[in-house]
């Protein structure tokens, strides 16, 4: 059995580094091509890779979990909110399209640089940045490092696939170039589908069907049907933060604002994002049915053991293994996008190797790994995640108004650094989370934006 | 023109988002529904959903015809 796993995980690696060779031999050496791929990408690729990037570990570890136990009411947390992050990235992004200057646009911390007239923005956003995707990256390789000790176990610890899957999204974000990392996303998206509608579909029919796991839910536990869910988690305010923050790091969050940035025209941009509002209602769509069969079978064990049973135990060797490659490319795709967009943002013009900036990616992405093995978090990827979506939605008011206001005002970007330390001092837990029964986030990013609309005296770009 | 669309786009998504989180989407849900055998919650969540779907293929087909 481990053997298998093993054949399947030879073969994925032996494919990524096909598709590193392929995407060198494939670059030219200008920064463009490496870093945006001359900004020439069409819709088909665009959404295959905005997926990937979106869609990560956590779609087949931390969805159905969700829904296995806070059970419907996650639907609103997770797909509306991701559909409805669609819609409001073809607006925005459209709009910072036409803003930016495309034909030299290099990254958003130069261009922050550019538009204040101190480079403090450029370090605040550098600092929000650094901060705030290290959980992000933590809970891809936690992920998927406790899935493959579980399934094909070395040594005691989670330290060998650690270091391993570590070193691996560092090599490729450092070798390959943006083509390469498109690449393995390409190939993420197309197998992440498969593999989850091959376990749900297996999940339903172990049911009985639809109606019988809907039904057998009800008789058992019915506030899995309905929100807040039996936790009460899901009510009304913890929906909205969700929803305001998730769709704001379209624009926070760098491999994703590289990827509007790289689109080759506005209407390919467009159709771009009405695909990924379809694939992302086909992706979550089938999570609930994998996290719903857990609630009936698996409802109170830990999420690991869930994971393991119904993603491995309860299928076939053929889909365990598809599966296996599934989540690895997940969590690959998704962290080394994420690696290589930082390099990118702290490394403005060259291709180069540049220690110094190697060193920070390096650095960060021990501190990941670190995070990811000895974080009290452990086995709460979602929660791990919202941190991350949390913090850089405090970056908005920054980013919009340096693309938006005409002379935007160097206020903005203290106010942004006094609201990331107050927010760093409530995930330590020095001051509340909800201030007033009100999330300390909402009021924080409410107070920054009204900061940054009165200090705007010289007016807007409308177009 | 264009404003004109833009203006209109924002003023449905922010509707959109208004409806989503309220009262007659998240409260007063059966656990499953009379007609279907879902969670109302669900199929509500749905129909949410593909409005929204359906809003951006508006938005992006008179974007397209200038």
Known sequence: MMGNYIIFLIIYFLLLVISLVLARAKNEHSFSNYRLLNKSVYSTIGFLTFAATLFSTFTLLGLPNFFRVHGIGAWIFLGVTDVALVAFLIFIGQKIRTRVNLSTFSNLSTFLLNRFTTS???HVYLFGIFIFLLPYVAIQIRGVISFLQEIVPIGTSLWFWGIIFTAIILIYSFVGGLRAIIYSDIFQSIILLAVTY???????????????????????????LTSPGPKGLMNSQFLFMSFVTIILMTITQPQLFTRIIIIKSNKEFRKMCFWLGIFALVIITPTIFIGLYGSINYGDVAPNEFWVNVLVKDQNKIVGGLLLIGLVAAAMSTSDSQLFALESEFDSDSKEFNWKNKLS???FGIISLLLAIISPFQDKLISFATLSFQGTSLLTPLILSSVFFKNPNNLTIYTTLVSILIFCLAIIGIIPAKIFGIYLILILLILLSIQTIISNKDGFYIQ | MKNLIDKAYILAFITLTAITFSPLILQNNSAINKYVPLPTLLIKGFIISLCFLALMAIYSKLRDDG
């Open chain 1, 198 to 224: 091959i376990i749900a579909t297996n999940c339903i029919s172990d049911s009985g069907g639809i109606r019988n796991m809907f039904e057998s839910i009800n008789g058992s536990n019915p506030k899995l």
């Open chain 1, 120 to 122: 403090h923005a450029k």
């Open chain 1, 361 to 363: 990616i390096i650095l």
